[in-house]
């Protein structure tokens, strides 16, 4: 089957372009989303007085990717998971959390752009590349860090607690001294 692309499709063609594909390919998906018209002399004629405007599409879309490529260059992500003793996760970081939290800190990015090809399943940190079009990528940075449990919270607590007195001790002489002082000043 024939037909003329309107939209950029991935590993087929970008818009305006002629190209051949299975029938039902083309008659089960790409017509019906409206990726593509079929290739009639009245369509092909339409598609060669919009070449224009779709050139000027394209240079638009390139340039805000670029623009919104330098801005996520700087972006770095942390995440915590709970993990086992050797910092593999219970569960897993996958695009759609990416996605979420990219849009929480007010980027709109579809999750499908985000080129992670297995879920992160082990802490560290990770390097997410991002296409946001055909011809621009931008990374940003993710970080894995292992949950703690309550449990070690509170040993951590009670570490930093002995700590402290340790380094720190006041002896019980030191304040009555300086309290006499305190009281002798005041009766001066």
Same mark, same amino acid.
């Given at each position: 089957?024939?037909?003329?692309?309107?939209?950029?499709?991935?590993?087929?063609?970008?818009?305006?372009?002629?190209?051949?594909?299975?029938?039902?390919?083309?008659?089960?998906?790409?017509?019906?989303?409206?990726?593509?018209?079929?290739?009639?002399?009245?369509?092909?004629?339409?598609?060669?007085?919009?070449?224009?405007?779709?050139?000027?599409?394209?240079?638009?879309?390139?340039?805000?990717?670029?623009?919104?490529?330098?801005?996520l260059d700087g972006v770095?992500?942390?995440?915590?998971?709970?993990?086992? $003793?050797?910092? /593999?996760?219970?569960?897993?970081?996958? +695009?759609? !959390?990416?996605?979420? @939290?990219?849009? &929480?800190?007010?980027?709109?990015?579809?999750?499908?752009?985000?080129q992670l090809s297995n879920?992160?399943?082990?802490?560290?940190?990770?390097?997410?590349?991002?296409?946001?079009?055909?011809?621009?990528?931008?990374?940003?940075?993710?970080?894995v860090e292992a949950e703690?449990?309550?449990?070690?919270?509170?040993? $951590?607590?009670? /570490?930093?607690?002995?700590?402290?007195? +340790?380094? !720190?001790?006041?002896? @019980?002489?030191? &304040?009555?001294?300086?309290?006499?002082?305190?009281?002798?000043?005041?009766?001066?």
């Open positions: 089957m024939e037909i003329v692309l309107i939209e950029n499709v991935d590993n087929l063609g970008s818009r305006g372009q002629l190209v051949n594909v299975a029938d039902g390919y083309g008659r089960n998906y790409l017509l019906p989303k409206k990726l593509a018209v079929a290739a009639t002399p009245q369509n092909k004629a339409w598609v060669h007085q919009q070449r224009v405007r779709f050139l000027k599409l394209e240079a638009k879309e390139k340039g805000e990717a670029a623009e919104l490529a330098e801005i770095n992500l942390t995440f915590l998971r709970k993990s086992g $003793e050797h910092g /593999a996760l219970f569960g897993s970081v996958t +695009a759609i !959390d990416v996605a979420d @939290a990219l849009g &929480a800190q007010g980027y709109k990015i579809d999750r499908r752009k985000i879920p992160l399943k082990v802490v560290g940190e990770y390097d997410v590349p991002i296409r946001l079009h055909r011809e621009v990528t931008s990374t940003i940075k993710v970080k703690k449990s309550p449990e070690v919270i509170a040993a $951590e607590a009670e /570490a930093a607690k002995a700590a402290a007195a +340790a380094e !720190d001790p006041k002896p @019980a002489g030191d &304040a009555s001294a300086s309290a006499e002082a305190k009281g002798a000043s005041e009766s001066a």
